[in-house]
């Protein structure tokens, strides 16, 4: 699912209900500050592309994404530290 290069600030509160079978969400480019703790249940996704944002940080809970297999931070200038799970 691409949603990259949509300016987006948050995610909606009930946006991971609706895609729960997800494998791959491209969240590109946008403005986030923040990943909702509820993107941490889309268990079977394998990619997950950050890069371009203003992420602070990730949640410690981000090793629940158990299938996932390529993350991309690139460009998120403010992340200052990564989860110990993902070290």
């Known amino acids: 699912l691409d949603l ?3 300016a987006f600030i948050t995610l909606p509160p009930l946006f991971c209900f ?3 079978h997800l494998t791959s969400l491209d969240l590109s480019h946008n403005n986030l500050k923040e ?3 509820e993107l941490m249940e889309l ?3 394998k990619t997950l592309l ?3 944002n203003r992420l602070k940080e990730l949640p410690e809970t981000i090793d629940q994404l158990v299938a ?3 993350l991309k931070l690139a ?3 403010k ?3 990564l989860p110990r799970t993902i070290g």
Do not use: A, F, T
Request: charged residues 25%.
């Open 18 to 20: 609706y895609i729960q």
């Open 79 to 81: 992340l200052i530290r």
């Open 43 to 45: 268990k079977q996704l």
């Open 4 to 6: 990259s290069y949509n």
């Open 75 to 77: 460009g998120n200038r």
């Open 35 to 37: 990943l909702p703790e």
């Open 50 to 52: 950050l890069s371009c």
């Open 68 to 70: 996932l297999e390529d």
